[in-house]
């Protein structure tokens, strides 16, 4: 019969000794650096306190890092005279002007009742809503919507517009 002391006093035996070297490397290490060194830390660390109490002067137009230099503005501003914008003649244009701005998502029909879809805020017709327009504010009134357009009014002024659809707003779904 085999017995299984041997086992055991070989596993005693062997973690004896490795808990012995361990404590032996463990007292070996000083936890105090030696003294020159020490004198080299604390004056480099008295030079960094000094240095971060002084000021430092940057240059006058800094550079934008992200920017590469050749994209950069120059820093003498150019004698390019800027465009004046184009001020609307009549409601019908202005109207059309802030149409194109309008952001519509899309459009649902809901118990038979058309809506139109502007991100997350949805529109019924014949609803009153207000749209900042070049600094201005405008109430507009959605006349009608179909499923590719959708009409607004303001006043006497009455424009239709294309709803635009991007691709990656739209969704079809795929049968295995």
Do not use: C, W
Request: charged letters at 20%; hydrophobic letters at 40%; a positive charge.
């Amino acid at each position: 019969m085999i017995s299984r002391r041997p086992f055991a006093r070989r596993f005693l035996l062997s973690s004896a000794l490795l808990a012995g070297g361990v404590a032996l490397h463990a007292e070996s290490k000083p936890d105090l650096v030696a003294p020159k060194l020490r004198e080299q830390v604390v004056a480099d660390a008295v030079r960094v306190a000094q240095a971060r109490n002084s000021e430092v002067t940057l240059p006058s137009p800094t550079p934008n890092p992200f920017i590469p230099r050749e994209l950069a503005p120059s820093a003498t501003p150019s004698a390019v005279p800027e465009p004046t914008p184009v001020v609307p003649v009549n409601g019908a244009e202005i109207l059309a002007r802030i149409a194109a701005q309008i952001p519509a998502t899309g459009t649902v029909s809901i118990g038979g009742e058309p809506i139109l879809l502007l991100g997350q805020k949805r529109l019924k017709v014949g609803e009153l809503f207000t749209i900042s327009f070049e600094g201005r504010s405008y109430e507009l009134q959605l006349a009608a919507v179909t499923s590719t357009s959708f009409t607004v009014r303001r006043g006497e002024n009455v424009h239709t517009r294309p709803v635009h659809i991007s691709a990656t707003s739209t969704t079809t779904p795929t049968r295995p």
